[in-house]
Structure formats: structure tokens, C-alpha cells
């Protein structure tokens, strides 16, 4: 491995590809960055130029301004940066995430940005691309997390929304405006009741929409009456609208909220929600190592989240894993740990 240079090395603006001469999800402005994907920890405002993968075009551009600077790739096709080969491949996490090839004398690494291996209609699925150095995310890096299927996901919701219609409440769920939400939305049953979404929402649907993915006709909830009777709906809010005097439009509602970290009990007694949905659009622990040993790496990068324990998994393994302490945080959230009970854990890994 000493015959090779580093393709990407950690520095104060992010991730850098010195050969290159640009940055990739960079924190700080910067002349050149390419973009995994448009959440707002791996795309931020403020840098002279952007390249990201076609599909996402409308999200990014909806999220960095009119006036931003945005070149886009198909996914697969290659360019030359600075005689530095560079693709976009699909990462499966939300529409238009991409992993980032990188080529330079016969030197592979793949950027994974954030990603999951299980199928979403509303974005294109991952693609494990073969490399020697592989730079993962560890969201979810313990063997607490192991998702059930999504589709038995949007059947508990399913059930909820109905059980909420038959006592006469709304059903409020609380979902990551870009990515969970359309998610989510493609994945329920519509036909069950009306729709509405909180402004944040909204927009983000119109730009999943403009660029093709189908998803059911919703409502904001200012364009009905004020004496709206919403207790047949079904309302998606970010989570920041938790506790806010937006709820008050509704009348009585159960709330729930759609994310991995509902699978730790800690984080629904935290949350003060009435239901939560284990919904992650991050890999769980069986997708990260099969995502990692797709790729046939020799080395492992571990990116935010939990670092340390997948580092040790992976050179216990026999790999050579080290890790890059980035400003990437996904769905992570500082409390974790105390969160964690051996109720938590599964019997068998």
C-alpha cells in the first residue's frame, strides 16, 4: 500500500483530494466541492462551484439558491478533474446520493457519502462499486441496529393512521423533510385518508416530483378552512415542528415519529411521542458489512457515527480500518449511548 498516495486526506474545509484540487462535502466555502448528497451536513451554501449526480439536481439546487454554481454527471459517466478520474454511483440513501469513484495511476478509493443497501423507490439503488481504499459512513455501526423490511414499516403506519381515524384523531408524523418523507409518502397507503404536509415538506416534494418520482397528491394545511375536520389525515412535519404552536390547527392527534434511532426505547420515552416507527435511510449493520465487503477493499475509511466500534469489527476482521473524525453527522444524535440498554440489544448477533 506504501507504493500508492492518498487519494482523499482530512483537512480543516473537509474531505480533500489534494491531486484533484477539490473538496468533496466540504463544511467550510470552498472553490471546488462535489457533493454526495443535498442533506444540509454533506451540502452547504457558500462554495464557488458544485458538482453532484444528475438525479439530484432539483434537490440541490432547491437547497442551495438560485445563484449557486451546479454542474451535474449522470450516474457512471466519468470526468477528468486535474488527472483525477471521477464518477458518481448510486448510494441508495435519498434521491441523488452518489458514492464518488476516484482514479488516479490504477488507484481506486470510493467515497460513500451516506448510503443504504436495501431498495427505495424513490431514488436509485446502490451499487457496490470495487475499489482498494473505501471511505463508509457508520450511522448505525453497532449490531443493535438490523431494520425489518419497509414495506411492514409502512404497514404499522398504515395500521396507526386507521387506528387514530377510528378514534377520531389526526395522525401527525415526524419525518426528515428531504428523503424519509417522500419515502414514506410513496410508501403508505393513500387511499386511506388525506395528506397534508408541513411547508418543508412541500417543497422538497415538488422538487422529487419534477424530477419523476411518483408520489400521492398531498395538501398544506393552510389551504383548507380553518374548521377543517383533520381527523382522518395524515400530517408529515419535520421534527422541528414538535411542540410548536403549527400543531394547534389540528385539534386532538397522536404523533409518531419515522427514524432508525426509534429502534433504542430511550429515544421514543425522550421524544414524548405516542408511537415510533424504526424507518432509516442509512444502512443498518448487516447492510454497512455488506456494502464494505462488496467492494473488496483492502482498506477501510470509517466516517461519523459510531467510528470506534466499527474500526475494531473491521480490523479484527483483518482489514486495515482507521477512521476520519468529520463534521458528518446524518441522523446521529450526541445522546446515543445513554440511551442504549441491554434491553436494547438482541441475544444473538
Request: aromatic content about 12%.
Amino acid at each position: 500500500m506504501s507504493n500508492f498516495i492518498d487519494l482523499v486526506t482530512l483537512c480543516d474545509a473537509g474531505l480533500f483530494c489534494p491531486v484533484g484540487n477539490f473538496y468533496i462535502d466540504p463544511w467550510r466555502p470552498v472553490d471546488y466541492a462535489v457533493i454526495t448528497h443535498a442533506h444540509g451536513d454533506h451540502a452547504r451554501p457558500g462554495h464557488s462551484r458544485y458538482l453532484a449526480a444528475q438525479e439530484g439536481e432539483l434537490v440541490l439546487r432547491s437547497r442551495m439558491g438560485k445563484e449557486a454554481f451546479i454542474e451535474t454527471l449522470p450516474y457512471g459517466k466519468s470526468i477528468s478533474v486535474n488527472g483525477v478520474k471521477l464518477a458518481f454511483y448510486p448510494a441508495g440513501h435519498v434521491l441523488g446520493s452518489a458514492q464518488i469513484r476516484l482514479e488516479h495511476n490504477g488507484d481506486v478509493w470510493v467515497v460513500s457519502g451516506d448510503y443504504k443497501v436495501t431498495l427505495d423507490n424513490t431514488c436509485s439503488a446502490f451499487e457496490p462499486i470495487r475499489c482498494r481504499t473505501f471511505i463508509t459512513e457508520s450511522t448505525f455501526g453497532l449490531p443493535i441496529y438490523r431494520w425489518q423490511p419497509a414495506n411492514e414499516v409502512f404497514a404499522q403506519i398504515n395500521n396507526w393512521w386507521r387506528s387514530n381515524q377510528a378514534s377520531g384523531k389526526a395522525s401527525v408524523l415526524y419525518a426528515y423533510a428531504f428523503g424519509k418523507s417522500q419515502r414514506i409518502l410513496a410508501g403508505i397507503d393513500e387511499s386511506i385518508g388525506p395528506i397534508f404536509c408541513h411547508g418543508a415538506v412541500a417543497s422538497l416534494n415538488l422538487a422529487y416530483r419534477e424530477s419523476g418520482v411518483n408520489l400521492p397528491q398531498t395538501l398544506n394545511p393552510t389551504e383548507v378552512e380553518k374548521d377543517y375536520d383533520f381527523s382522518q389525515a395524515l400530517i408529515l412535519a419535520p421534527p422541528s415542528a414538535q411542540s410548536t404552536p403549527w400543531l394547534k390547527r389540528f385539534g386532538e392527534f397522536s404523533d409518531g415519529f419515522a427514524s432508525g434511532w426509534m429502534q433504542i426505547r430511550g429515544k421514543r420515552r425522550h421524544r414524548a411521542i405516542d408511537q415510533g416507527f424504526v424507518l432509516s435511510d442509512h444502512a443498518d449493520w448487516p447492510g454497512l458489512h455488506e456494502a464494505i465487503d462488496a467492494t473488496g477493499a483492502e482498506r477501510i475509511i470509517v466516517t461519523h457515527g459510531q467510528v470506534a466500534p466499527m474500526v475494531k469489527w473491521l480490523s479484527e476482521k483483518g482489514l486495515h480500518a482507521h477512521s476520519f473524525i468529520t463534521h458528518f453527522e446524518g441522523e446521529q444524535e450526541s445522546d446515543l449511548e445513554a440511551d442504549i440498554t441491554k434491553e436494547d440489544f438482541p441475544t444473538h448477533l
